[in-house]
């Protein structure tokens, strides 16, 4: 039956393979299991083709408009931020606990350099796929359940696949740089994120049964099947939590021993804050070649900076002295903590936590106006270098996983 329309519930969004030739897990062998990313509320992308005008002398027309480049196409997409599950999927190296042992993936979170995964040589947890599953029109993606117990029927494909997935229509975007990643908290509002990727590539396939991951044959611009085959796996979350700004907290203190608020003039133990946004923005370098039609990577162009903006409500004030904090080059470190909403509990539980260290200060403005209370805007930066962990930004918390994430984070490829 034709569609009419695609709405929100028809629509799906997961991880794939990152390496070059896709990931064939010893679990299934020659099946990669995709990753569903959790809570994602908007998703747009697009293509944009690069074209030159090719004119000669006694000719008023254009005689053509070829494309010499490779095109553009963007991938976009925000989710309601419940953990750094979503994050830890796409490569991001972050401090976890999750499963029966909760033991933490790093006994320091200061030795998690976010990025790291980004700069191994085999690129492993920066470039890679994402499918979009597309359901029939009046039709969830999300309509089964996993209802074994954690580790049982694991093992074998029908244990693991969604039914439907031979109905789905699938959008492939390929070769995909993370190159914006950005959160998001405000007052009376739950905490988002939204992500930015640059793809190489779009293929759609009309049924998720029997589909292969496809790598791109830069050379003559041509997708090549690698004879893996990818698994939609059924709908599986223990609970479904989200994250309030009101169950969040945000504390900034001096890297050094003196306080800041000395030197600026605000205390800022006094300090109502009322909204936090993170932004780590990814340049990337296009490297072609005159052999190949596409260009052969895009690896990240250093340094990284990661900005912060932090917005409150100023209590009280303290002297202070703008030339002493410019000239001592004050450096501050900021966390922010996350409690997982829970009906039995109004604080919830501490899941998530956020650190900046050593960062600099750009800019402090105030703001004064009839009928609003006078509040204060900080804006800072830290550049995040992996071979230097006593600065730099780093994620730690529990992963709210379901059963088949629990079953590839046991398997060491929640992750790839």
Same mark, same amino acid.
Not at 10 to 17: D, Q, R, S, T
Not at 276 to 293: A, Q, T, V
Not at 320 to 325: A, E, H, I, R, T
């Given at each position: 039956?034709?569609?009419?329309?695609?709405?929100?519930?028809?629509?799906?969004?997961?991880?794939? +393979?990152?390496?070059?030739?896709?990931?064939?897990?010893?679990?299934?062998?020659?099946?990669?299991?995709?990753?569903? !990313?959790?809570?994602?509320?908007?998703?747009?992308?697009?293509?944009?083709?690069?074209?030159?005008?090719?004119?000669?002398?006694?000719?008023?027309? !254009?005689?053509?408009r070829p494309s010499f480049k490779s095109p553009v196409l963007d991938?976009?997409?925000?989710?309601?931020?419940?953990?750094?599950?979503?994050?830890?999927?796409?490569?991001?190296?972050?401090?976890?606990?999750?499963?029966?042992?909760?033991?933490?993936?790093?006994?320091?979170t200061f030795s998690a350099a976010l990025l790291s995964g980004f700069?191994?040589?085999?690129?492993?947890?920066?470039?890679?796929?994402? @499918?979009?599953?597309?359901?029939?029109?009046?039709?969830?993606?999300?309509?089964?359940?996993?209802?074994? +117990?954690?580790?049982?029927?694991?093992?074998?494909?029908?244990?693991?696949?969604?039914?439907?997935?031979?109905?789905f229509d699938i959008l492939n975007f390929q070769d995909c740089y993370?190159?914006?990643?950005?959160?998001?908290?405000?007052?009376?509002?739950?905490?988002?994120?939204?992500?930015?990727?640059?793809?190489?590539?779009?293929?759609?396939?009309?049924?998720?049964?029997?589909?292969?991951?496809?790598?791109?044959?830069?050379?003559?611009?041509?997708?090549?099947?690698?004879?893996?085959?990818?698994?939609?796996?059924?709908?599986?979350?223990?609970?479904?939590?989200?994250?309030?700004?009101?169950?969040?907290?945000?504390? !900034?203190?001096?890297?050094?021993?003196? +306080?800041?608020?000395?030197?600026?003039?605000?205390?800022?133990?006094?300090?109502?804050?009322?909204?936090?946004?993170?932004?780590?923005?990814?340049?990337?370098?296009?490297?072609?070649?005159?052999?190949?039609?596409?260009?052969?990577?895009?690896?990240?162009?250093?340094?990284?900076?990661?900005? @912060?903006?932090?917005?409150?409500?100023?209590?009280?004030?303290?002297?202070?002295?703008?030339?002493?904090?410019?000239?001592?080059?004050?450096?501050?470190?900021?966390?922010?903590?996350?409690?997982?909403?829970?009906?039995?509990?109004?604080?919830?539980?501490?899941?998530?936590?956020?650190?900046?260290?050593?960062?600099?200060?750009?800019?402090?403005?105030?703001?004064?106006?009839?009928?609003?209370?006078?509040?204060?805007?900080?804006?800072?930066?830290?550049?995040?270098?992996?071979?230097?962990?006593?600065?730099?930004?780093?994620?730690?918390?529990?992963? +709210?996983?379901?059963?088949?994430?629990?079953?590839?984070?046991?398997?060491?490829?929640?992750?790839?």
């Amino acid at each position: 039956m034709s569609r009419n329309r695609i709405i929100y519930q028809n629509e799906a969004l997961y991880a794939g +393979p990152s390496l070059k030739t896709g990931i064939a897990t010893g679990v299934l062998l020659g099946h990669h299991i995709l990753k569903k !990313i959790d809570n994602v509320i908007a998703a747009t992308y697009g293509i944009n083709i690069e074209r030159q005008d090719i004119m000669q002398l006694g000719s008023e027309g !254009i005689l053509a408009r070829p494309s010499f480049k490779s095109p553009v196409l963007d991938l976009q997409f925000s989710y309601l931020f419940n953990g750094f599950s979503n994050e830890t999927k796409l490569g991001l190296n972050t401090n976890f606990s999750t499963g029966n042992d909760n033991v933490p993936r790093y006994n320091d979170t200061f030795s998690a350099a976010l990025l790291s995964g980004f700069l191994r040589k085999d690129r492993a947890r920066d470039k890679r796929d994402f @499918f979009m599953a597309l359901a029939d029109e009046g039709e969830d993606v999300f309509n089964g359940t996993m209802d074994s +117990p954690y580790g049982n029927n694991l093992t074998t494909l029908t244990g693991i696949i969604e039914n439907k997935s031979p109905t789905f229509d699938i959008l492939n975007f390929q070769d995909c740089y993370l190159t914006k990643y950005n959160m998001s908290i405000e007052t009376n509002k739950i905490v988002t994120c939204n992500l930015s990727y640059l793809a190489s590539n779009m293929m759609v396939f009309v049924s998720g049964s029997g589909l292969n991951v496809f790598t791109l044959d830069k050379k003559n611009k041509t997708a090549v099947k690698t004879g893996i085959n990818i698994v939609i796996p059924k709908f599986s979350r223990s609970t479904e939590n989200i994250i309030l700004s009101n169950s969040c907290t945000l504390s !900034i203190t001096p890297t050094g021993s003196t +306080p800041v608020s000395t030197d600026i003039g605000l205390s800022l133990n006094d300090a109502k804050f009322s909204s936090f946004n993170l932004d780590i923005n990814l340049e990337r370098y296009s490297l072609s070649s005159i052999s190949h039609k596409m260009p052969l990577d895009s690896p990240i162009k250093f340094p990284v900076i990661a900005s @912060f903006s932090v917005k409150g409500i100023q209590g009280d004030a303290l002297s202070g002295d703008y030339l002493s904090f410019i000239n001592a080059d004050r450096k501050i470190d900021l966390s922010v903590s996350m409690n997982r909403l829970r009906l039995d509990s109004p604080k919830g539980d501490l899941s998530s936590k956020i650190f900046i260290k050593k960062a600099t200060v750009n800019s402090i403005f105030f703001d004064s106006s009839i009928g609003s209370n006078k509040s204060f805007t900080i804006q800072g930066q830290v550049d995040l270098d992996s071979s230097d962990l006593s600065k730099g930004l780093f994620f730690s918390g529990d992963l +709210p996983t379901g059963i088949i994430e629990e079953f590839l984070l046991k398997n060491q490829i929640l992750d790839i």
